[in-house]
């Protein structure tokens, strides 16, 4: 039985690994892994923290709204900091902020209420962190 169980996690591994490259094969894989590069706003929602740093060093603006590929996250296009919150990132949301994001009132009012929308208190935490001077506690519309 103990042997059994200490199976079960690699051999569920390899499962997976195998349904992975059953579905390459047959060309059912996600839009990001079949290359070309990332925009800002998706390398935000994928937590490529690398890839962040070295499109912002190369020139992309943080703070500009960029397309996205399907399966990355349920719209096609959103500002860096948008992908961060509606990707539940927010230690990408401090790193775009660290690297020139900038947050007045309306883009805090925005991201305040979308982290609330979808229920995670680190997320919120993180865009509260930022919360401009003038940014006033309202409720956000429901």
């Known amino acids: 039985m103990l042997a059994a169980c200490a199976a079960a996690p690699p051999l569920a591994a390899t ?20 290359g070309g590069a990332l925009t800002l706003a998706e390398a935000a929602a994928l937590r490529d923290q690398g890839e962040i740093a070295r499109l912002i060093e190369a020139g992309a603006d943080p703070d500009a709204e960029y ?16 992908a961060a919150v509606a990707a539940r990132r927010p230690e990408i949301v401090s790193l775009l902020m ?29 865009v509260d962190a930022y919360r401009p001077a003038t940014g006033a506690a309202a409720p956000c519309p429901q």
């Open 98 to 126: 660290h690297e020139g994001a900038t947050m007045d009132e309306p883009r805090w009012r925005h991201l305040h209420c979308l982290a609330d929308d979808i229920g995670d208190a680190d997320v919120l935490q993180a």
């Open 67 to 82: 397309p996205l590929r399907r399966d990355v996250l349920a719209t096609t296009r959103a500002t860096p900091l948008e």
């Open 15 to 34: 499962v997976f690994c195998a349904a992975l490259l059953g579905a390459a094969v047959f060309g059912n894989t996600p839009t990001f892994w079949k």
